[in-house]
């Protein structure tokens, strides 16, 4: 069921909030970025995704072929969400960060399905051969 959830950084200089099914699927991913940061992320359009609060406190952070924009709050460095256009995915999109959403109840987040990556090898439509760690 589509919802509209709200969401922040720790400290709460950035805020958000987007319209997602966690029923449709999440996913995690073994890169280097998001292994280390335990990026749980569920994709919404970028229609459906509203700044609410915080550009000025954002940094980006890009690597590799410089496709995704990882934005981090520059006080307490937690990454809230991301951001690309990659027309094979519809566009404009924003990978929001699952553990950052205020309102999501436990229940939802034990019921979303996990889709696993692995884009260490960029191998997007593939799991890596283990998962429990992510």
Known sequence: MMKTYHGSCH????????????AKGT?????????????????????????????EALADYQFGRHVIHHQFCRTCGIKPFGHANVQELGGEFYAVNVACLDD?????????PVQYEDGRNDRWDAAPAVTRHL
Do not use: H, Y
């Open 11 to 22: 400290c709460g200089a950035v805020r958000f909030e987007c319209d997602l099914d966690l």
């Open 27 to 55: 996913s995690k991913c073994n890169c280097s970025a998001c292994a280390k940061g335990r990026f749980w992320k569920a994709i919404v359009m970028a229609d459906s995704f509203r700044l609410k609060q915080g550009a």
């Open 104 to 112: 999501v109840t436990p229940e939802e987040l034990a019921a979303a």
